[in-house]
């Protein structure tokens, strides 16, 4: 090739003018950079989603005594056993909205207008008002979480999160670049926030503070008093509350819950909730996210990336979105007291049977549909840790239980209540048995024993 012209080889036109020698035979697809070999490759994002539940379980020995059915009280999902049917109302509105032929085609990514208003007037309240451009519909409350963390976040942030608690805030951070800081609840005061550990991990960087009440795994509600120095820790702070509420008003008789946003003044909160848990139908994928921003923190630009963000996937089921303002409206007060009966009532059972066994610390819980034990180790020598206690709980006793490390907690386990009451029942008997079987003495116990 010939050195550049003068004119840097562009003439009138903008046209690159390159002189060739004639003994120079250039193959203009050799110019190109040419891949020799395939080489494809996983996103760094896809490598860095962790589900820690999946790993543990998958990662365990689980195969169940053949001469005893197997009891899955791992599953945080109401229907599994069939004994918790949502209302017939619920059912007949998704009939009525397919039926209507009105909800076949794409609704906005946001969700339908007058679905959001049905939103916004069942959780709207004089201390914390909402309007239908209050409310984003998303695909399950797990999308509403995604969402909050997306708009409030940018890699190299952090996250405050509950330990114990719902491992979805972990495994979205992650992948997003975004660090998690776990911040302790206390079991003793009936899994209340540790607010002085809290504070200590708030620095410049922190963008959110995660609250789940009630609380998966726990079984928590938190009182209005509690919550408050909550709220003046974020108010000091300057952090932003991203509320998980899913199983908000999911509560045992003689307790009260009380949605976050009434009771700030100042911080701006993006609560998250839905139909899943509540009304039983977790298949749904009917999600939302209210946006609280009385001080007008949040202004116009979460509002606008929040409306960016749900564009992706183009909103939730419009099926469930035509029948949703029947579903609040008209699903009789009757169905809610009755599953937060049931739901009580197997908690007592559970929580009774337990505390009496050597070596388990049942913690009562408040509401939601759990109850954490925990597993005095020192007391069964021939389990290093959680995880291989509830492994040899499955293929001794064909019971499964969350082990607690999937939560960020070891030496807890996590039961769920909504499983029939006849199968309540004999899951504690054979967890009994087991723990009698595998409980020894401390040495020192033995000595006073024997004094």
């Known amino acids: 090739l010939d050195p550049v012209p003068p004119n840097n080889g562009i003439n009138g036109n903008g046209v690159h003018h390159v002189s060739v020698r004639t003994h120079v ?21 896809s490598k860095k989603t962790l589900n820690p539940i999946r790993a543990i379980v998958d990662g365990m020995k689980l195969t169940p005594n053949p001469e005893k059915p197997m009891i899955a009280l791992s599953i945080g999902d ?19 909205a397919i039926d209507s032929h009105k909800y076949n085609g794409y609704a906005p990514s946001v969700g339908y207008q007058k679905s959001r208003e049905a939103v916004a007037n069942f959780y709207s309240c004089p201390e914390a008002p909402l309007e239908g451009k209050d409310v984003i519909l998303t695909s399950g409350c797990s999308q509403a979480i995604e969402l909050a963390i997306s708009v409030l976040c940018n890699p190299g942030d952090n996250i405050l999160v509950p330990r114990p608690g719902f491992s979805l805030y972990k495994t979205l951070a ?37 609250v789940n009440n009630p ?39 003689g307790c009260d819950f009380q949605p ?12 998250c909730g839905g139909l899943a848990k509540r009304w039983l139908v977790p298949g749904w994928r009917m999600g939302w996210i209210l946006i609280h921003d009385c001080n007008y923190i949040f202004g116009t630009g979460i509002r606008e990336g929040l409306v960016k963000l749900s564009q992706r996937i183009l909103g939730p089921c419009t099926v469930v979105q035509g029948a949703l303002e029947s579903i609040l409206n008209d699903t009789p007060p009757e169905f809610y007291q009755g599953t937060i009966s049931f739901l009580k009532s197997n908690s007592e059972i559970c929580f009774s049977e337990l505390s009496t066994v050597p070596g388990l610390n049942p913690v009562m819980p408040s509401g939601a549909m759990y109850i954490m034990v925990g597993i005095e180790m020192e007391h069964f020598p021939d389990f290093q840790n959680d995880v291989e206690f509830t492994e040899r709980l ?32 004999e899951a504690c008997i054979r967890i009994r048995e087991f723990c009698a079987r595998h409980y020894r003495p401390r040495s020192q116990d033995s000595h006073e024993l024997d004094q």
């Not at 040419?34 to 760094?44: D, G, K, L």
């Not at 109401?78 to 049917?85: H, I, Q, S």
């Not at 009182?223 to 000091?236: G, M, P, Y």
């Open 25 to 45: 035979s250039v193959n203009p697809a050799k110019l190109k950079s040419h891949r020799q070999r395939w080489n494809v490759r996983p996103s760094e994002m």
């Open 78 to 96: 109401p229907t599994v056993f069939g004994n918790l049917p949502t209302d017939d109302t619920v059912l007949q509105a998704v009939k009525e």
């Open 260 to 271: 976050l946003a009434p009771l700030s003044s100042d911080v701006p909160i993006l609560s």
């Open 394 to 425: 499955v293929t001794e006793q064909s019971v499964f239980c969350l082990p607690a490390t999937a939560f960020e907690y070891p030496n807890f386990f996590r039961i769920v209540v909504t499983v029939p009451e006849e199968m309540m029942i």
């Open 174 to 210: 992650v992948s997003m670049g975004i660090q998690v800081k776990f911040y302790n609840l206390l079991p003793e005061k009936s899994w209340e926030i540790d607010l002085q550990h809290l504070e200590s991990l708030i620095d410049d960087k922190t963008a959110c503070l995660i």
């Open 215 to 253: 609380s998966n795994p726990c079984g928590s509600v938190f009182t209005k008093e509690h919550q408050h120095k909550i709220l003046a820790v974020a108010s000091r702070n300057c952090i932003p509350i991203l509320a998980d509420e899913i199983y908000g008003d999911m509560v045992f008789p």
